[in-house]
């Protein structure tokens, strides 16, 4: 079974930038959908940006033109780098696959938080 940790959180000033990185430990990391999450306090967790195995790529309309996913299957890694920060972008970031998601299983995820 993958698990799965997250990097790269911490606090930034609005229009700023933060690049988080989501490592795997699984044999065979390409097969896997992974998608990037986020859970803002007192709201629900919402899909944020996904990238198929095949590297197609969607994104929320709330992040568009301003996150980017990118995955480096050789290093078992999917990033999301966040651009022009926005206070609305505070939350727990959380990557993970499909499948665990389905599931509704988690890891600890990574906090970010924008700021003045």
């Known amino acids: 079974q993958v698990q799965l940790v997250e990097s790269g959180g911490g606090l930034v000033q609005p229009g700023g930038s933060l690049r988080l990185s989501c490592a795997a430990s699984?044999?065979?990391?390409?097969?896997?959908?992974m998608g990037w999450y986020r859970q803002a306090p007192g709201k629900q967790r919402e899909l944020v940006a996904h990238?198929?195995?095949?590297?197609?790529?969607n994104y929320a309309d709330s992040v568009k033109g301003r996150f980017t996913i990118s995955r480096d299957n050789a290093k078992k890694t999917v990033y999301l780098q966040l651009n022009s920060l926005k206070p609305e972008d505070t939350a727990v970031y959380y990557c993970?696959?499909?499948?665990?998601?389905?599931?509704?299983?988690w890891g600890r995820g990574t906090q970010v938080t924008v700021s003045s």
């Open positions: 699984a044999s065979i990391f390409s097969i896997y959908a």
């Open positions: 993970n696959t499909d499948q665990r998601a389905g599931r509704d299983s």
């Open positions: 990238i198929s195995s095949g590297g197609s790529i």
